[in-house]
Nanobody
Framework: QVQLVESGGGLVQAGGSLRLSCAAS????????MGWFRQTPGREREFVAA????????YYADSVKGRLTISRDNAKNTVYLQMNSLKPEDTSVYYC?????????????????WGQGTQVTVSS
């Protein structure tokens, strides 16, 4: 079973950048559609971005378009989330998710494997 480990979170000032990484411990990483979600206390987990396992097509929440970029390196079994022009409202725990041969989904139900999350805090 695939395991996901996120890293790269931290504290950054508004307007700054961070790059999150999610490393997968599986030999068939290229067959997994990958997603990023985020969750703040008291709120539901929300979709951020996804990348299709075959086409590499990317999908984004409207709130992050133009600022966050999802990418993958199949040779390194890693998916990334480049976060630029960060805003205080981007403060959240960010989770990596995976679904083998999955279609990119904006719903948590579209993924069956999750990482433990990494905290991103953007100060104003």
């Amino acid at each position: 079973q695939v395991q996901l480990v996120e890293s790269g979170g931290g504290l950054v000032q508004a307007g700054g950048s961070l790059r999150l990484s999610c490393a997968a411990s599986v030999g068939t990483f290229s067959s997994y559609t990958m997603g990023w979600f985020r969750q703040t206390p008291g709120r539901e987990r929300e979709f951020v971005a996804a990348i299709h396992w075959s086409s590499g097509r990317t999908y984004y929440a409207d709130s992050v378009k133009g600022r966050l970029t999802i990418s993958r390196d199949n040779a390194k079994n890693t998916v990334y989330l480049q976060m630029n022009s960060l805003k205080p409202e981007d403060t959240s725990v960010y989770y990596c998710a995976a679904q083998r041969f999955g279609l990119p989904s904006m719903s948590q139900n579209g993924y069956n494997t999750w990482g433990q999350g990494t905290q991103v805090t953007v100060s104003s």
